[in-house]
């Protein structure tokens, strides 16, 4: 395609109007006003937030698998079968 035709097309939808004349904020229809540096910076602070919480609950995730994989591998003592049989070993009464 053109270049010219790309810019067109551009510039007919409304939503990138609104996004160069009033910013992302004007896009999703928020009118921050001077409030908006503090509230993307609030949302991006909680986003990190989030993040940090996923982090820490796949690490206690993985902790908890590889336990579970070591026990699980971990093999079991056999008992000696005795030579006589239990009634054998019962006391006599």
């Not at 939503?15 to 004349?21: I, M």
């Not at 993307?40 to 609950?57: E, I, P, Q």
């Not at 206690?60 to 003592?77: N, S, T």
């Amino acid at each position: 395609m053109e270049a010219w035709l790309v810019a067109l097309c551009a510039r007919s939808i409304p939503l990138v109007r609104a996004g160069e004349a009033g910013g992302l904020g004007a896009v999703a229809g928020l009118d921050l006003g001077a409030a908006a540096g503090p509230a993307l910076a609030a949302v991006s602070g909680a986003f990190l937030d989030g993040m940090r919480l996923c982090l820490g609950v796949s690490a206690v995730l993985l902790v908890i698998a590889v336990a579970a994989a070591v026990l699980l591998r971990r093999p079991r003592r056999s008992r000696e079968p005795s030579a006589a049989p239990a009634a054998e070993r019962l006391p006599a009464g």
